[in-house]
């Protein structure tokens, strides 16, 4: 089994700041990390890899300094590591970023095996959009299992997994036939400690690197600025609330007394929402 893993180096959010005259992320000086959602999708790819067998290649678009983030992915057990990297890449959005990684992975089903499963995080917590994944599954056209929460089972003779994903009405069980594309939710499993083996491994690991040519993107247009349609007017951390928490005593108080409490707290700062709850308790 040949299982895919996109990882991005996203700036440490706790660090994050907004330049105040472009209203743009700074990420000079602000170290990185490996965007925490992949880290889920990685262990669960590691997991597979040490159930089933096979081999587990790590792919991340991004500068040079990237390579670290793929390092670090090497000492938690991958097997081997590909940077994307081409300054035709730079400003990307998530439709251009979709696009070149699609076409790394194409490569390496051509360099190194077709994969059965392409995994992704959730989202990349600088973007937030989670559009990578499903636009990646799109342009390779690879069935797509979003916000999977739990993998059930893989059954690789029959070439079919089945898969829990979480919804807004609950959990869905999927049965899905592979190659597939796989959306990690957090929360379902936790990083291993890489061993000392893989940490040697990692130090000495060639990375292989790919420009766009190396990768075979021959429509540049597609790429980076060009091929970003997206326009970011502006960044800006919310305002801080200037209005202090209330504290509510509850001493010698009941749970019905407190809950009248804080009903009639909220209609007196909102009297709109009585009426309208009123009217709609009449009809």
């Not at 957090?186 to 940490?199: F, K």
């Not at 247009?221 to 209330?246: N, Y």
Request: glycine letters at 8%.
């Amino acid at each position: 089994m040949h299982i895919v893993i996109c990882i991005k180096q996203v700036p440490d959010s706790a660090q994050i700041r907004v330049h105040p005259v472009t209203n743009t992320i700074m990420r000079q000086g602000v170290p990185t990390i490996i965007n925490p959602y992949d880290l889920f999708a990685l262990e669960e790819a590691l997991r597979l890899r040490d159930r089933h067998g096979g081999e587990v290649t790590v792919l991340t678009m991004g500068p040079p300094m990237a390579e670290d983030a793929l390092r670090k992915a090497l000492t938690y057990g991958a097997d081997r590591a590909v940077l994307l990297t081409d300054r035709h890449f730079a400003g990307s959005d998530t439709l251009a970023t979709s696009f070149a990684l699609s076409q790394a992975i194409a490569k390496i089903g051509e360099t190194f095996g077709m994969p059965d499963i392409v995994f992704t995080g959730k989202q990349t917590i600088d973007g937030d959009t989670a559009q990578v994944g499903p636009g990646i599954a799109k342009r390779l056209n690879l069935l797509q299992l979003t916000y999977v929460a739990k993998i059930v089972s893989i059954d690789c003779n029959a070439r079919e997994i089945t898969v829990e994903r979480r919804s807004e009405g609950g959990t869905q069980t999927l049965m899905s036939k592979l190659p597939c594309l796989i959306t990690m939710l957090e929360g379902t499993n936790e990083i291993r400690r890489g061993s000392l083996h893989d940490a040697l491994r990692a130090a000495r690991s060639q990375i292989v690197k790919w420009s766009a040519a190396d990768a075979d993107i021959e429509d540049l247009a597609k790429c980076g600025l060009r091929g970003s349609p997206t326009v970011v007017k502006r960044v800006f951390a919310p305002t801080a609330r200037t209005e202090k928490a209330e504290q509510i005593d509850t001493t010698e108080k009941s749970p019905r007394d407190i809950a009248d409490d804080l009903i009639t707290g909220i209609f007196s700062r909102q009297p709109v929402l009585e009426n309208e709850l009123a009217f709609n308790g009449d009809d």
